[in-house]
């Protein structure tokens, strides 16, 4: 008796050993792709739905146009703790990636994978495009990532121990995740659906899963009475970006960018594997439709590609386990040539599409590359070049017009540049029509005098009295971005030929 409690205490130690090895590993691989974002996310600068984001976490609510009030509040932190500082605002999205990479790896061990399995769940999941991406700015798609792969990891718990304890887990990063992205909505019909067409649906007759659903509900309750009082402007703001996206063609191209940037494309087996097990296997079989049920949905409404990437590190960690299992059956040989073409396909894929999307120089050819194939980074350019713009404009009007002249901005992205960086210039803050700046009003009393950004020749001289072409608005860099090739030029303008509370009403902005 007490030979065997010695052996299966060792055993225990060995297991805990391993473990804690596997852990410390999955960790090493985290740890070190976020090292390599610290290091260069602060090489250019603010991306035009940053600023939007900082300008919001100025105005801490309980909803925004744009997006629930999760993302700016983290912001809100980050300004107190790092103030203006690309690399501690973006820190918080480098942690929730990080946090990303090693719960795949969690998944692949609770599904049975041992450390090959753990690592190349890891590993898959780092090196896809759009988990690069999500490091190099703080976007809600950042934290909406995190929150879709914990809830995996949770599904796996509650159906492995299957203890129903774990509902209230789930529920409560539901809520959270409804007070990050809606399409957190379409996960959440994914999760029910997987729950009633398999034998999962035996957690519905459990208070635990009831009071899971109570948690998430009111933990997303306050957006959801904010929505109430302003009439859910989020629903119309999304109505009308998603009819803009199809008709200029965003949405096309949905499932073919599964393959190509929501993963890696040499983990495209693993994945496609992962949903195969998943169906063939009667106790995970909940996570196969937690993929195909908001597939089906966003394909049918014309989504965005992107909405989805984070339903494949849950499907990666099974096709690595079973990838695993189906290269131990190999001899030594074959096993050595398959994970060396695998891992080595692997980086190489990860290092071609993190050139396009990590801002790895500030010079040479490598920027070059990067500015020409990725949209979103030449988007980090020129901010501070329009602010000083606007600030020279604004010193170069007389005395009596300087003292009272306000910046009117055209779009979110200047009207965060110029609440943000423009105190740095001695600027007011922005009069913006666009998206919750629009609530904030315009200030009172009105100002005789506007200097007016991100406005044609055109609009400005319909819009408002007395115009006049008063600067330009470019970059050090020569980057053609929206800023300097859509709308380079600033105007100084009287006011709004109608009065005002009927220009803001008729002017009203979704960006």
């Not at 459990?206 to 948690?215: D, H, I, K, P």
């Not at 965005?304 to 059956?329: D, H, K, S």
């Not at 500030?362 to 329009?386: H, T, V, Y």
């Not at 044609?456 to 007395?466: D, G, I, K, P, V």
């Amino acid at each position: 008796m007490n030979t065997e409690q010695t052996l299966s205490g060792d055993g225990l130690a060995t297991a805990g050993s391993q473990s804690r090895a596997d852990t410390a590993m999955l960790l090493g691989i985290a740890g070190a792709v976020a090292l390599v974002h610290v290091l260069t996310n602060s090489r250019y600068g603010f991306h035009r739905d940053e600023l939007q984001t900082l300008s919001d976490a100025l105005h801490l609510d309980w909803g925004f146009v744009a997006y629930p009030p999760f993302t700016p509040f983290v912001e809100r932190i980050s300004l107190g703790l790092f103030g203006i500082s690309l690399l501690g605002l973006r820190l918080f999205a480098v942690i929730a990636q990080a946090l990303v990479i090693v719960v795949a790896g969690l998944m692949a061990r609770e599904l049975g994978g041992g450390r090959l399995a753990q690592a190349t769940a890891a590993l898959a999941t780092a090196l896809a495009p759009l988990a690069l991406f999500e490091s190099t700015e703080f976007q809600y798609t950042t934290f909406d990532y995190l929150w879709w792969v914990l809830i995996a990891y949770f599904v796996i718990r509650l159906l492995k121990t299957e203890d129903p304890r774990w509902c209230l887990a789930i529920g409560a990063t539901v809520g959270v995740g409804l007070l990050t992205k809606y399409t957190m909505c379409f996960y959440v019909a994914g999760i029910l659906g997987g729950l009633a067409l398999t034998q999962a649906r035996r957690f519905l007759r459990s208070g635990w899963f009831w009071g899971g659903m109570a948690l998430a509900f009111v933990i997303c309750l306050p957006n959801l009475m904010w929505q109430v009082r302003h009439d859910f402007i989020s629903y119309h703001f999304l109505h009308h970006i998603h009819v803009r996206d199809v008709g200029e063609g965003r949405a096309e191209g949905f499932l073919y960018q599964q393959f190509r940037i929501c993963t890696n494309l040499f983990a495209v087996p693993l994945w496609i594997a992962g949903l195969i097990c998943f169906f063939r296997d009667r106790r995970y079989r909940m996570l196969a439709w937690m993929y195909v049920i908001p597939l089906a949905l966003f394909a049918v409404s014309k989504a965005r590609f992107y909405y989805l990437g984070a339903a494949y590190p849950m499907l990666i960690a099974m096709g690595a386990v079973a990838g695993e299992r189906w290269a131990a059956t190999l001899s030594r040989a074959w096993r050595r040539t398959v994970e060396g073409v695998f891992f080595t396909g692997l980086a190489a894929c990860g290092l071609y599409f993190g050139a396009m999307i990590i801002p790895f120089a500030s010079s040479g050819p490598l920027r070059e590359f990067a500015l020409k194939n990725n949209g979103d980074m030449r988007e980090q350019i020129g901010w501070d070049d329009l602010v000083k713009a606007v600030a020279g404009v604004r010193d170069s009007l007389p005395a009596e017009q300087r003292e009272g002249a306000r910046v009117l901005v055209g779009n979110y992205g200047e009207g965060g540049a110029i609440e943000i960086l423009g105190p740095a210039y001695h600027l007011p803050p922005p009069i913006s029509l666009t998206n919750s700046a629009w609530f904030r009003g315009y200030p009172m009393p009105p100002p005789a005098t506007l200097i007016v950004v991100g406005w044609s020749r055109e609009q400005a001289q319909e819009t408002f009295t007395s115009c006049r072409l008063a600067g330009h608005n470019g970059n050090r860099y020569g980057v053609k971005n929206e800023e300097s090739g859509d709308h380079p030029d600033i105007f100084v303008c009287g006011g709004p030929r109608e009065p005002w509370p009927e220009f803001w009403k008729d002017h009203q902005r979704f960006g």
